[in-house]
C-alpha cells in the first residue's frame, strides 16, 4: 500500500504541468483480450478437437499477435450437451482438453510469456448430470433448493398440471421442465440439460465462490462470466413466479422473442451477485496482491444496464461489461453507421465509467467476413483497436476466418457450428489444426489462401494489420486515454471513420477508415503533416510518405491507413 502512494505521488510530481494525457491505466483497461474456443483452436493428440496442450503450443503465437489475455469458453468437466457451457464439475478439466497438470502448465507457461489467461465462469446454470443436481432431485439435506424448484399450477380447464409461470428459455421452449423423480418442475433459462442454480440461497453463493477461489488459487487473471443477465428471477414472497407480457415482436409462442423479459433478466438479485464476486476478488488481492483480477460480463443488455453492472455508485461490479453493439453492422454500414454505434457506448458508459470495449465477434455469431464480406475484417480489425479502451478478438478473426457450410453430425448438431470450425495455421492437411486423420467440424475450404502461416508472409494481410495494431495499442498515445482529450473519433464523411489518439508532447496517430467501394477526398483535416506509419491492402501509399492534411488527401476504395507526428517531426 505504501508503496504504491509512493508511486502515485512520484507520478504525479513527475507530471506536473506536461502530463495532461498521462494518466496511467491498468492492464485491462487497454487490453487486446483474445477468445478461444478450446475445441478448434489446436489439437495436440489427433483426436480432432482441439485441448489445453494445443493451446499451451500456441502461446507463442499470442504472444507474437500482441494478445494481452485470452478468454477460453468452458474447458470443465461436461456432457457436451452445449459444447461445455453445461458443466457438470466445475473444477474439474473435461478429459477431452486434458488433466489438471497440462492446465498448470498452460497458465504457468503463459505467465512466464506475459500473458494472461481469463477462464469462462459459468454460474447461472450447471449440468443435469452435476451431483449437485443429483443430490437435488433426491432432495439431499441442503440441496433442496439448490435450484428453482416448483408444483406448476393445475389448468383449470383441463385439470392438466402446467408449468408455473408463462416463461420460454432463450433456446425456445418453456422455462420449465417437469421431473419425474421429484414430481416438480424445474427452471432452466438455456437448454433442460442446464438447470437454473438458485442464487437466492446462500449455499449456492458460497459453493460458486469457492469456484472462484479454487481457480484464483491456481493462478487465473480473471473470468467472462457466463449468461449474466439471466443468473436472477423474480419470485413472490408467496413462492409464486409472475407471468411475462408480450413483447409484440414474435408470433411464435416457443420463441424467446415472444415475450419482454421483466421477470427473467437483469433481476436485482442479479446485481448483488455480480457486486459480491466483484468485492471477492478485491478483497483477494488485498490479501494476496498481484494484478488486477478482471471480471468481464457476457450481458445482451442495454448501456443503461450494463452502466448498473460496472457501478451503481454504491457497488462496484464487472470492470467489462461486454460492448456487442458493433456486432450489428453489417456489409451495407457505412463510417455513420459505426459513430451512431459509438456513440450509443460513449454517451452512456464512457459519460460515467470512462470505460470502453469494443467486440466484433464470438462463438455465438456469425464470423465477421460472413457478416460484413472478407474485405472488410481488416478495416474492423484497425478500428476496434484504433478506438479508446479493451479489443476483443474471436479467434481466427485475426486472419480473417469466414462461417463453414457444417452439417449435423453424431458431435454436433448446430446452428452455431459454422463459426466453431477449426484454427486455420497451414496450408498443409486440416490446415495444421491436427496430425489425426479427421476434425470434429469441417476445416474451411479456403485454408489454403486464409491461414496464419500464408499471412505472416504477406506485408498487408489480415493478420499484419492485426499486429500492426496491437503493436500501436502498446504505445502512450493509444494507452493513456482516460483524459478526454486523449482521444477523438467520429464519421468525417458518410464512408469515413477517423480516430485520434494523442499523447504526452503532442505524439499523435490519425486512424483514417474508408468503409465504402468508391474513393474518398477529404479536405483540411488539420493543419499538420503527417506520415504513413500503416497501410492497408488497397493503399497506393508507402510507409514513411508524407501527407499535408490541410490539403486535399483521397483514400481508395476500403482503404485504411494509420498517419503518425510527432512535436518534432511537424
Ligand atoms: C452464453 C454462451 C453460449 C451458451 C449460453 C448458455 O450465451 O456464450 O454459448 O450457449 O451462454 O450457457
Ligand atoms: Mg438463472
Not at 496511467?24 to 493428440?45: C, G, H, K, N
Not at 443488455?301 to 448498473?308: E, K
Not at 493509444?478 to 458518410?494: H, I, L, R, T
Request: with cysteine; aromatic share 12%.
Amino acid at each position: 500500500m505504501l508503496s504504491q502512494l509512493l508511486l502515485l505521488f512520484t507520478a504525479v510530481l513527475l507530471c506536473c504541468g506536461n502530463c495532461a494525457f498521462a494518466t496511467t491505466v491498468d492492464w485491462w483497461e487497454s487490453a487486446t483480450l483474445y477468445q478461444i474456443y478450446p475445441r478448434s483452436f489446436m489439437d495436440s493428440d489427433g483426436d480432432g478437437v482441439g485441448d489445453l496442450n494445443g493451446i499451451t503450443s500456441r502461446l507463442e503465437y499470442l504472444k507474437e499477435i500482441g494478445v494481452t489475455a485470452t478468454w477460453l469458453s468452458p474447458i470443465f468437466e461436461s456432457p457436451m450437451a452445449d459444447m461445455g457451457y453445461d458443466v457438470s464439475n466445475f473444477t474439474n478439466i473435461d478429459p477431452l482438453f486434458g488433466t489438471m497438470e497440462d492446465f498448470d502448465v498452460m497458465i504457468a507457461k503463459a505467465h512466464k510469456l506475459g500473458l494472461k489467461i481469463i477462464l469462462d465462469f459459468v454460474p447461472n446454470h450447471s449440468s443435469d448430470e452435476c451431483e449437485w443436481f443429483q443430490k437435488s432431485i433426491r432432495r439431499e439435506d441442503g440441496y433442496d433448493d439448490f435450484y428453482m424448484w416448483e408444483d406448476g399450477k393445475i389448468d383449470s380447464q383441463t385439470g392438466e398440471r402446467v408449468p408455473p409461470s408463462n416463461w420460454v428459455s432463450v433456446f425456445s421452449g418453456s422455462m420449465w421442465t417437469w421431473n419425474e423423480q421429484r414430481q416438480q418442475y424445474y427452471l432452466h433459462q438455456f437448454l433442460a440439460k442446464q438447470p437454473d442454480l438458485n442464487f437466492s440461497n446462500p449455499m449456492v453463493r458460497e459453493y460458486m465462490q469457492a469456484v472462484l477461489q479454487f481457480w484464483v488459487d491456481r493462478g487465473v487473471d480473471g473470468f467472462r462470466i457466463d449468461a449474466v443477465p439471466h443468473i436472477g428471477e423474480k419470485q413472490y414472497a408467496n413462492g409464486t413466479y409472475p407471468d411475462e407480457p408480450r413483447s409484440g415482436w414474435s408470433d411464435d409462442p416457443n420463441s424467446y422473442n415472444y415475450h419482454d423479459h421483466i421477470y427473467t433478466k437483469d433481476q436485482p438479485l442479479t446485481l448483488e451477485v455480480v457486486y459480491e464476486w466483484r468485492k471477492f476478488f478485491d478483497e483477494y488481492k488485498n490479501q494476496n496482491g498481484g494484478d488486477t483480477i478482471a471480471l468481464i460480463a457476457e450481458a445482451y443488455s442495454s448501456v443503461d444496464v450494463l452502466s448498473d453492472y460496472i457501478n451503481n455508485g454504491t457497488h462496484a461490479g464487472t470492470q467489462i461489461p461486454m460492448n456487442f453493439n458493433l456486432m450489428s453492422l453489417d456489409s451495407h454500414s457505412t463510417a455513420r453507421n459505426v459513430e451512431q454505434l459509438t456513440k450509443v457506448w460513449m454517451d452512456t458508459i464512457w459519460e460515467r465509467h470512462h470505460s470502453a470495449n469494443w467486440v466484433l465477434g464470438n462463438h455465438d455469431n456469425d464470423r465477421l467476413a460472413t457478416r460484413m464480406s472478407q474485405r472488410k475484417v481488416y478495416l474492423m480489425t484497425m478500428l476496434v483497436h484504433a478506438l479508446p479502451g479493451t479489443s476483443v478478438t474471436y479467434y481466427g478473426e485475426e486472419i480473417g476466418m469466414s462461417n463453414v457450410d457444417t452439417e449435423c453430425t453424431e458431435v454436433s448438431c448446430e446452428d452455431r457450428d459454422p463459426e466453431r470450425t477449426p484454427m486455420q495455421w497451414t496450408n498443409s492437411a486440416h490446415a495444421g489444426f491436427t496430425t489425426g486423420p479427421t476434425t470434429w467440424l469441417p476445416v474451411s475450404s479456403d485454408y489454403e489462401v486464409i491461414n496464419v502461416a500464408t499471412e505472416r508472409g504477406v506485408a498487408r494481410s489480415t493478420l499484419q494489420i492485426f499486429k500492426g495494431m496491437t503493436k500501436l495499442k502498446q504505445t502512450p498515445a493509444f494507452k493513456a486515454f482516460k483524459d478526454d482529450n486523449g482521444f477523438s473519433f467520429g464519421a468525417v464523411s458518410e464512408q469515413v471513420f477517423q480516430v485520434v489518439r494523442t499523447a504526452v508532447k503532442r505524439e499523435e496517430y490519425r486512424i483514417l477508415i474508408n468503409m465504402g467501394n468508391s474513393i474518398e477526398y477529404l479536405y483540411g483535416l488539420a493543419n499538420q503533416t503527417m506520415e504513413y506509419v500503416l497501410l492497408s491492402p488497397y493503399s497506393p501509399h508507402s510507409y514513411g510518405e508524407k501527407v499535408d492534411l490541410s490539403q486535399r488527401i483521397y483514400l481508395m476504395p476500403f482503404e485504411a491507413v494509420v498517419l503518425y507526428s510527432s512535436a518534432e517531426s511537424s
